[in-house]
């Protein structure tokens, strides 16, 4: 699909003749995002659609207690220093952004009064800002009215390096300054497509201005309130025990009528996943448990006895195949997989093309993961199961045989292919994790039959993901030829996840493997691809142009998407609850409710 | 009262020991946290929206770029203020960690320790006075399958028969029960049952082999012949005579295990989810919150020395024979 059938396709919706939602699935079907989507709709004149609530209670309370089961409990409730999701899900439950990103990828304003549009007024024209009208009479916990000025301060906080706050990035090259008492205006230094990142969803969170104006700095850690929150949202802070218990109960001054439904909430923290799972499917002592990455056998057994269902939310998170474009096994300047060398025999493409034949996502997915890791080659793909059309998954051992031996590596005594003195023979690495382990065997097993040798190498999780310099087993070294690991893509803007293709972002010696590029393709095609994507104002050319980025990537082999890996949840029978793949578990917490 | 004296004076003598050995613990354990690989900030490295700067701003504010001596001599110094340092993860300070998993850990541990002395001294010594009779066979036996049978594994098959086939138990271990009066101590009851009879039993069947022989040893002895001979019943030669004397290495062996009464049981609480402070430990281990895991293993490190200490001091108490010197 080109700019112009997008165009074309926007084109129908505001005629009427397309709903946004045969929009967006059209545009999965590309491999868009729903996000992106939404955008291009929106910046296209088209307004976000507010779907229709499904929200039945007719009074606040009465629900009596939300019980939710994280196996691993929020360890700090400071939503800026909130690395973890299980951070930010706990904090979710007292503070709120201005808006939240609701499962189909569109904006769902939460403390702001309506989501900006080039229609409101909301977005300037050339993309270099966007104003946020507030939503008035709101007060804090503590009975003090929100106003812009917490807004403003938010970004202070966040943007002030000495805070050494996690949501930095979203803050430090934007200028927010007050407009009046309930308006807001983000201003950004070069024109910004995505302009929905400061303020908006899990990294949008806002704290009060009164309480954390003295703690601004290095002085952040010792605020009062990092472990006693005071925010806006549906329940009020009433105990923490970090890594065991978050408890609130209902904020009866909360600012959308009629909510919250429960009466009080309760997150309890340990165990394990699996018996996570049995809490709320089977004894039914819980209502809701989060990320259960548990096999998908064992969840529909538990599920079998019927009090409650699992659900499986679409997101951008991808277990992917890296290979190599540089020499993992030559040494040069004090570094391995140097930007100076190349792969002695990955770098040849027939190599490559073979290997991607060799991969069975679909046996991955039916043995493996099941419901909770749905087959796909890309590595950006859209919140749906819909694969790109672009990117087939083909798994053919034949014709694997048949390339390898066109370009002339031939099997050896031993059925292992070479040329030229070289042989097909790769370390292939990843993170010890059952699902991992066994999806190394299967690859294996393929790329023997077709004459490749492929050494399966596993490291602890918290050395492969650490980020120890010393330590030549961490995923950004990379000093293996083929390297597999799930990323995560925690923001609906593809900006950051497709950092992992361009030549400036090698991970080397230099930036300490701290760079995000960590097969270490040099491709000027791409390069050029992604400064269109941050130049691009039209999201429809924005948006065409990640497609092709991604695209050109599967189809050099570089990365190969295997399985994507949305987020399981549990829940009760009667539980109502929406869940975001693009969004904390907890965004809609002020709209779940049980049926009577 | 000459007993008395002289035990003072060993008893300053071992407290003045102490001093040097906890030091070297804490010197240990340390370098060997400092030195394991891992970094409590990793989670930022590896995200790609986080700046590398954050993190580099964290490291300095936390003191970790500092070299590992300076770090040990700012933790020593700080303790000795009675400061145990503050957690990496939790933004919180340690000791404020440890306390609010301190009366969880007592009650439950201390629950499952009390359950298994309850049952581990009446069936040792029963089983001793009528050695390889049946009961003593069937004591034998199911001590052997109770120490040989891991936690996790007696955790899980309680949890499947009391929680979910007959739905009579939680599994889920809950410290903040809403309940209040007679409600209140029956829920806390009810979830406690699984975790201290797992932990009870265990620790209960060692215990019981121990008791055992401990009575075996003594029931042998000339005195006892001599009680006997004098005419007095056998149920007042077990309980005045044998039992007074067998439970001496008893006491020491149950003083030595308080200590685990603090440092909890890192297996059973993960599948109970009780926040102890075994959790806390293992939670802290895998985040890298290396204060948190130096104060928890610190704390338990100490108990361990004074409790070797309170059972050399209580075995010389109720054993004269033993000198002090």
């Known amino acids: ?596 | 009262m000459q007993v008395h004296r002289v035990s003072r004076q060993y008893v300053i003598r071992k407290l003045l020991i102490m001093i040097p050995s906890l030091l070297g613990i804490s010197i240990v354990l340390f370098a060997l946290l400092a030195m394991a690989p891992g970094d409590p900030f990793d989670e930022l490295a590896t995200n790609p929206a986080v700046p590398p700067e954050v993190r580099a701003a964290l490291r300095a504010k936390f003191g970790l770029d500092d070299p590992i001596w300076m770090r040990y001599w700012h933790w020593l110094f700080a303790l000795m203020q009675g400061d145990w340092g503050f957690s990496f993860v939790s933004r919180m300070d340690v000791s404020t960690l440890i306390m609010q998993r301190l009366p969880v850990t007592l009650v439950v541990i201390g629950a499952s320790q009390i359950l298994a002395i309850v049952i581990a001294i009446p069936v040792g010594v029963l089983a001793a006075t009528r050695p390889y009779s049946l009961f003593d066979q069937i004591a034998n036996t199911f001590a052997f399958i109770g120490f040989s049978l891991p936690t996790f594994f007696t955790g899980l098959v309680l949890i499947l028969v009391f929680s979910i086939q007959l739905d009579w138990l939680p599994f889920v271990y809950r410290a903040d029960i809403t309940a209040t009066g007679w409600a209140f101590y029956w829920e806390h009851i009810k979830q406690s049952i699984m975790p201290v009879t797992v932990l009870g039993l265990f620790q209960g069947a060692a215990l019981v082999r121990f008791v055992r022989s401990s009575v075996l040893d003594v029931i042998r002895l000339d005195y006892v012949t001599t009680a006997r001979s004098k005419g007095i019943g056998e149920r007042k030669v077990i309980t005045r005579h044998v039992v007074r004397t067998a439970l001496i290495p008893v006491v020491t062996l149950v003083a030595l295990q308080m200590p685990i009464v603090f440092s909890g049981a890192i297996v059973t609480e993960q599948i109970f989810r009780v926040p102890g402070i075994g959790s806390l430990l293992i939670t802290s281990m895998l985040s890298n919150d290396t204060p948190v895991v130096m104060g928890v293993t610190f704390v338990s490190a100490c108990l361990v020395v004074v409790f070797n200490l309170i059972a050399d001091i209580l075995y010389g108490w109720l054993d004269p024979r033993i000198a002090f010197r």
């Open chain 1, 1 to 596: 699909m080109n700019e112009r059938d997008i165009r074309g396709l926007v084109g129908k919706v505001k005629a009427g003749k397309l709903s946004r939602r045969g929009f967006v699935q059209a545009m999965m079907a590309v491999g868009i995002g729903a996000p992106v989507a939404g955008q291009i709709l929106v910046s296209s004149g088209v307004a976000m659609a507010q779907p229709a609530s499904t929200y039945k209670p007719t009074k606040r309370g009465g629900g009596g207690p939300l019980k939710l089961l994280w196996w691993q409990g929020p360890t700090l409730l400071n939503p800026h220093f909130a690395v973890g999701t299980k951070d930010q899900d706990g904090s979710r439950l007292f503070y709120e952004p201005l808006a939240a990103w609701d499962p189909d990828g569109n904006l769902k304003a939460k403390l702001a009064a309506e989501i900006p549009t080039k229609e409101n007024g909301g977005l300037a024209a050339d993309g270099m800002s966007v104003t946020w009208k507030l939503k008035q009479g709101v007060t804090w916990h503590d009975g003090k009215p929100f106003t812009a000025d917490d807004v403003v301060f938010n970004w202070e906080y966040a943007k002030d390096p000495a805070t050494a706050a996690y949501t930095i990035a979203s803050y430090q090259d934007v200028t927010v300054t007050k407009v009046d008492q309930y308006t807001v205006k983000v201003a950004f230094k070069k024109a910004t497509p995505f302009w929905a990142d400061a303020f908006v969803g899990t990294r949008g969170m806002l704290i009060p201005k009164h309480l954390f104006a003295d703690f601004i700095g290095a002085k952040s850690r010792d605020a009062p309130t990092n472990l006693k929150p005071v925010g806006t949202g549906p329940y009020m802070f009433k105990d923490f025990k970090p890594g065991d218990l978050v408890t609130g109960v209902a904020n009866p001054n909360y600012h959308q009528a009629n909510k919250p439904y429960f009466d009080s909430v309760e997150m309890k923290g340990g165990g394990d996943a699996v018996s996570a799972a049995r809490a709320v499917l089977q004894t039914g002592e819980f209502d809701f448990a989060w990320n259960l990455q548990v096999e998908d056998e064992i969840l529909s057994r538990l599920e079998k006895g019927g009090k409650g269902s699992v659900s499986v939310t679409p997101g951008g998170n991808i277990e992917f195949l890296l290979m190599n474009t540089t020499d993992p096994w030559t040494e040069v300047d004090g570094e391995r997989s140097s930007l100076k060398t190349k792969h002695p025999t990955l770098s040849d493409p027939e190599v490559r093309k073979a290997l991607a034949l060799l991969v069975d996502n679909k046996s991955i997915q039916d043995h493996i993961y099941g419901r909770t890791g749905p087959a796909t080659r890309n590595f950006l793909y859209g919140p749906s199961r819909f694969d790109s059309k672009n990117n087939p998954i083909e798994f053919n051992v034949d014709k694997a045989n048949d390339i390898l031996e066109k370009a002339g590596w031939k099997k050896g005594a031993d059925g292992i292919r070479a040329k030229d003195g070289k042989k097909l023979k790769f370390v292939y690495q990843t993170s010890i994790n059952q699902p991992r382990q066994k999806t190394q065997a299967i690859i294996k097993q393929a790329a023997q039959k077709a004459g490749i040798d492929i050494e399966l190498k596993s490291v602890t999780a918290s050395v492969f993901f650490s980020s120890d310099v010393a330590n030549p087993d961490t995923y950004t070294k990379f000093y293996t030829d083929l390297e597999m690991y799930t990323t995560t893509m925690g923001q609906p803007d593809p900006g950051t996840h497709m950092l992992q293709f361009v030549s400036t972002e090698a991970a080397t010696k230099a930036n300490k493997w701290q760079g995000r590029n960590i097969t270490r393709w040099q491709s000027p095609e791409a390069d050029k691809l992604y400064r269109e994507t941050e130049a691009e104002l039209d999201p429809v050319k924005r948006a065409a142009s990640f497609i092709k980025l991604n695209d050109l990537a599967i189809q050099n082999q570089i990365v190969m998407g295997i399985v994507q890996r949305p987020t399981v949840s549990a829940r009760t029978a009667k539980l109502n609850c929406n869940i975001s793949g693009w969004d904390n578990n907890t965004s809609d917490l002020s709209d779940w409710f049980k049926d009577a």
